[in-house]
């Protein structure tokens, strides 16, 4: 399954996310999702770093370039967000 957040890393629909994560999924955040790149604590980087990206259109919307860069996080553009999501059976999205 593919998830898809919306909202900021401390907001009720990220924690619930997380909490649905299976080990199998990803996790692509987008719009205010993004803000994670300033939060390196985030339970979701703890848990599953290697299955999250960020929406690179949202990154660079939000100014957050440096702070993706320098977290070595995955951005991928929307042609990537498109394969992600036919990687996946299923998305959810969390607003």
Do not use: C
Not at 64 to 81: C, E, K, M, P, R
Request: proline fraction near 1%.
């Amino acid at each position: 399954m593919l998830h898809i957040l919306t909202k900021a890393p401390d907001s009720d629909a990220a924690q619930q996310m997380l909490q649905a994560v299976g080990e199998n999924d990803a996790i692509i955040l987008t719009e205010a999702g993004v803000q994670a790149a300033l939060h390196s604590e985030w339970g979701g980087f703890q848990l599953h770093s290697a299955r999250i990206f960020l929406l690179a259109e949202d990154v660079t919307a939000w100014g957050l370039d440096d702070a993706v860069a320098s977290q070595a996080l995955t951005a991928v553009d929307i042609d990537g967000f498109i394969a992600l999501t036919e990687q996946h059976v299923q998305t959810v999205t969390w607003y």
